[in-house]
């Protein structure tokens, strides 16, 4: 029996393509594990109205780890128009299967390091190695959402908040709401996961990141949890940012910053930016991680019009590979594979075409299993 058992989510897209070369590397590296297949994505909504069908909810129950690809999304109408005949005017709705996932399996973790590898041509500058620590369960993504707003909510928030007569005569649909939810608990792990991490490899700072001058109540809440937790590392200096001055500091001083922790939608939004300071969604991965299950994936989407040209750089697939290794326990085997990784990208004789060269996805895995 092989010592790891790993969900194997492709998903649909270029999710395909990358997971395949994700598959060189790990079977060149001789992980010891048994891969299993679940089905997700576009196909299964259309099919059966469900892009995250129960069977693969049950393998995520029983594996140790999982990687995933990508899945494609589309707006309430086009996702509807898209259904089977027979599932058609049923009531069903898309939801993003990866947001279902970490909810599901309280991957309260989205941990997102961000490395400049020298010598990648895409890189705003050498040297940066900033990491995103993404709260990945509440805030705007609670999906606790109206619209339209219904009767008992407008005449609840009318009579509870003052700021919502402005809205409240409005007719229905008209108003929409989307709460966002934060929760001490949320906030507490997220930032001690931050500062845990940031104490285990040496960082010397954490950034908090919010907007609490305005979202007072939410972002509040998480800012004055995350001072506390930060009293308990003394050792690690501690700074705050509003998200929008982070996003102009960060491009200013980059070198300002090391560890980020956010709330789950800034966390989304600041993860992007730190992505493309170091070459792009090619090279970020991401890594939703819980106490029993973690899942990894690149943070890029599942680019259709990209699919199946074997295009795309899988760097960013091959990444989250290594951090699956590095959660597994298998240091070494994760050191090696970034260590290869980091070579082809300094040789810089396979190159994808985001990178300037024309190789393909799996040119490129090829190129990183050869050294190892
Ligand atoms: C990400 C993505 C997802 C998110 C989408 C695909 C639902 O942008 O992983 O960053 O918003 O979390
Ligand atoms: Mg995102």
Not at 51 to 59: D, G, N, S, W
Not at 91 to 114: A, E, H, K, T, W
Not at 194 to 214: I, M, P, S, Y
Not at 223 to 239: F, G, M, N, S, W
Request: charged fraction near 25%; include cysteine.
């Amino acid at each position: 029996m092989a010592k790891y058992r790993i969900a194997w989510l492709p998903g649909d897209g270029i999710g395909v393509e990358v997971l395949e070369a994700a598959k060189i590397v790990l079977d060149r590296i001789s992980l010891d594990a048994e891969y299993l297949h679940g089905d997700i994505g576009w196909d299964f909504w259309c099919r059966e109205g469900d892009a995250f069908p129960a069977r693969t909810i049950e393998l995520l129950r029983n594996v140790d780890a999982a990687m995933f690809g990508a899945i494609t999304s589309k707006p309430a109408k086009a996702a509807e128009a898209e259904l089977a005949p027979e599932l058609k005017g049923k009531g069903l709705s898309y939801r993003s299967p990866i947001v279902r996932m970490r909810q599901l399996f309280d991957l309260y973790i989205c941990l997102r390091p961000c490395k400049a590898y020298p010598g990648n041509p895409l890189n705003y500058k050498e040297g940066l190695d900033l990491v995103v620590f993404r709260e990945n369960t509440e805030d705007l993504y609670a999906g606790v959402e109206f619209s339209p707003v219904p009767e008992a909510l407008a005449t609840a928030l009318a009579s509870l908040s003052k700021p919502f007569g402005a809205f409240k005569d409005l007719a229905p649909g008209e108003c929409a709401i989307s709460c966002k939810i934060n929760t001490r608990k949320g906030s507490e792990r997220i930032v001690r996961a931050a500062f845990d991490f940031a104490r285990k490899f040496g960082r010397k700072k954490v950034t908090l990141v919010h907007k609490a001058n305005v979202v007072r109540a939410s972002d509040g809440l998480f800012l004055e949890t995350a001072r506390q937790v930060a009293k308990d590392y003394p050792e690690i200096a501690t700074d705050e940012a509003n998200i929008d001055a982070m996003t102009m500091w960060l491009l200013k001083n980059p070198f300002n910053y090391d560890v980020l922790v956010a709330p789950n939608l800034y966390g989304d939004i600041v993860s992007d930016l730190c992505a493309q300071m170091v070459g792009g969604l090619g090279f970020g991965c991401s890594g939703n991680i819980g106490d029993k299950l973690a899942v990894f994936e690149p943070t890029h989407g599942s680019a259709p019009k990209h699919a199946g040209l074997y295009k795309a750089n899988p760097i960013a697939t091959i990444l989250a590979a290594k951090m699956m290794l590095d959660w597994l326990g298998e240091t070494a085997k994760a050191t090696a594979l970034e260590q290869a990784t980091a070579a082809v990208i300094a040789e810089g004789n396979v190159r994808t075409y985001d990178m300037g060269g024309s190789s393909t996805t799996l040119e490129m895995a090829q190129a990183i299993a050869a050294k190892l």
